[in-house]
Nanobody, 123 residues
Framework: QVQLVESGGGQVQAGGSLRLSCAAS????????MGWFRQAPGKEREFVAH????????YYADSVKGRFIISRDNTKNTVYLQMNSLKPEDTAVYLC????????????????WGQGTQVTVSS
């Protein structure tokens, strides 16, 4: 019943930055954790980062740790992914997710996926 809409994707040179946003169309009934996954052509979906409802707990994939920052603003029902020092291998469709539990392997319990936003990093 909650729809997620990603925005902020685009094309950027290696070393540049982008900020992705994921907005819920309606205020969530459940206090979801939220996170980001990504999928490149020919590759499996990959976990990127997740954040607790309160924002006090975050977790990052090793591939993005130190470069990406996940945050959320519950007054706006929005989660963000600040991506810095982008590399060509970061090129993918980035997917927002909200769920009772977000694992590195996917979602558990009640969960919802966004449609994704394309991020392309050129060298």
């Amino acid at each position: 019943q909650v729809q997620l809409v990603e925005s902020g994707g685009g094309q950027v040179q290696a070393g540049g930055s982008l900020r992705l946003s994921c907005a819920a169309s309606r205020r969530t009934v459940r206090t979801y954790a939220m996170g980001w996954f990504r999928q490149a052509p020919g590759k499996e979906r990959e976990f990127v980062a997740h954040i607790s409802y309160s924002g006090d707990t975050t977790y990052y994939a090793d591939s993005v740790k130190g470069r990406f920052i996940i945050s959320r603003d519950n007054t706006k029902n929005t989660v963000y992914l600040q991506m810095n020092s982008l590399k060509p291998e970061d090129t993918a469709v980035y997917l927002c997710a909200a769920a009772d539990v977000i694992l590195t392997t996917g979602l558990e319990g009640h969960g919802t996926w966004g449609q994704g936003t394309q991020v392309t990093v050129s060298s």
